[in-house]
């Protein structure tokens, strides 16, 4: 098996994501993100560019992140972007985790399915809440993407994030649930981009 440009190994031809998303793929898509037709097929193709198995790893991902980052220390936030998207937790991306999750980042197509991504993104455990460990490690992550210099205007990484976990946790019970999430960030629209910056 040769290597690619990006150092990959080359997939056998088997292995080869389809070169053509079936209609049902296609309208499957359409349902779930803000892009049409031309776009899902010039997302896809850019896809298969960068991952001609269809398949986004983490180390993938972390140097296509990084190109839009390059300031900042991405890696542990990367990670935690990843298994976000990674929607079925099988340890790679495919192209409807890929568009979905980056439709659902980039606009406000489904406000709260976004809210929900953004809480699965703080979800560490997955168990359907948010602890103040995993709320910190999150901001604590998204502090190192953001500019050395902007962070001094902040106040220290524990003061933000415990401030912002006791603003949305309502009911005191020292974990976030997505209604909490939701709630909070519906009302005060600006915790999203607190929470998540360029996410």
């Known amino acids: 098996m040769g290597q690619s440009v990006c150092g990959c190994s ?14 049902k793929e296609v309208r499957f898509l359409l349902e779930r993100t803000s892009y049409d037709r031309a776009e899902i097929d010039e997302w896809h193709t850019q896809f298969l560019k960068d991952s001609p198995d269809g398949k986004l790893n983490k180390k993938m991902f972390l140097k296509q992140y990084k190109k839009f980052n390059p300031n900042g220390k991405p890696e542990k936030l990367c990670e935690h972007v990843f298994r976000a998207f990674d929607a079925d937790h099988n340890g790679f991306i495919d192209f409807n985790e890929f ?10 197509f489904n406000y709260k399915k976004k809210l929900e991504w953004v809480f699965s993104l703080y979800d560490i455990d997955a168990n359907g809440s948010i602890d103040k460990n995993e709320f910190k490690t999150i901001i604590e992550a998204i502090y190192k993407v953001l500019d050395v210099k902007q962070r001094h205007s902040f106040k220290s990484v524990e003061q933000s994030a415990n401030d912002l976990f006791q603003q949305i946790d309502t009911d005191k019970s020292k974990t976030i ?6 709630k909070a960030c519906t009302r005060e629209k600006y915790l999203l981009e607190l929470l998540a910056p360029s996410v």
């Open 99 to 108: 568009l979905i999750s980056i439709s659902l980042t980039s606009t406000d």
């Open 10 to 23: 080359k997939p056998s031809k088997e292995h080869l994501a389809p070169r053509k998303l079936s209609e």
């Open 177 to 182: 649930s997505l209604d909490e999430f939701i």
